[in-house]
């Protein structure tokens, strides 16, 4: 199930329908596809994970949709940067597949990884980069990582 602060619970049939037709209000504008992932430590070794897809009209705002995955396991740091980005990669080839169909799927996905230069996680930029460029998508890491470190972290 995928969540939208506008629109409650959807299926995926009702996230395809949604998005579709706020991409075919305006043909002539520009889209951004994102997605991406971010977790928090919500104690007795639980952690919470939230995937974002994000559809970013260029210039006029956009869309979001999320959803949450709660794993009870122990993990270190990079265990948890690579699940979240393991998390974005599936969400972005379950979205490429959902709207196939549609025109939708012709769009760069833009996985965006809740990891940057600075604090602990600059250890893990080329390894966790290299991995999602490897599956074909490009890759953002913080600042310009917003799908992760703004929108996904709001549901964390």
Known sequence: MFNSPTHGELTEEQLKTIVSKYM?????????????SDSQASGGGKHDFVAALVIHQVGAGGIYFWKRNVVSQK?????????????????????????????ISKYNVEIHVDIGQNGKTKDLITEIVGMIRGSGYAAKIKPESFGASKVADRHT
């Not at 075919?24 to 991406?36: D, F, L, M, P, T």
């Open 24 to 36: 075919s209000h305006n043909k002539e504008a520009s889209y951004r596809i994102i997605v991406g």
């Open 75 to 103: 993990m270190t740091l990079k265990e948890r940067m690579y699940r979240e980005a393991i998390m974005s990669l599936e969400s972005a080839e379950n979205i490429v597949e959902l709207f196939r169909d549609n025109g």
